[in-house]
């Protein structure tokens, strides 16, 4: 079974830096993309930046030059640096993992991110 453990969410003043960390243990196949989503209050689940087995990364367009998604795959962990964060960017924050080769979707149960003065 697998599952997906976040950490590194927080409280950061705006204009702050965090960094989110996303371990998968059980079972995945090594073609991948492993991902990360946030949820603000009252919205919709959305995409923030997702990075593939061969390391090619796609990001929302607002989090480009702020944002960087890392993997390690011996580690089978993800990691999301967020920097020059806004208050418009506090919500949960979930890790993803979508296994290519079976088609399963997995995610981590998020953690919070608040940013605030």
């Known amino acids: 079974q697998v599952q997906l453990v976040e950490s590194g969410g927080g409280l950061v003043q705006p204009g702050g830096s965090l960094r989110l960390s996303c371990a998968a243990s059980g079972s995945i196949s090594s073609i991948n993309v492993m991902g990360w989503y946030r949820q603000a209050p009252e919205k919709q689940r959305e995409l923030v930046a997702t990075?593939?087995?061969?390391?090619?990364?796609n990001y929302a367009d607002s989090v480009k030059g702020r944002f960087t998604i890392s993997r390690d795959n011996a580690k089978k962990t993800v990691y999301l640096q967020m920097n020059s964060l806004r208050p418009e960017e506090t919500g949960v924050y979930y890790c993803?993992?979508?296994?290519?080769?079976?088609?399963?979707?997995?995610w981590g149960q998020g953690t919070q991110v608040s940013v605030s003065s």
């Open positions: 990075i593939a087995s061969d390391r090619s990364t």
């Open positions: 993803n993992v979508r296994d290519l080769w079976s088609g399963t979707v997995y």
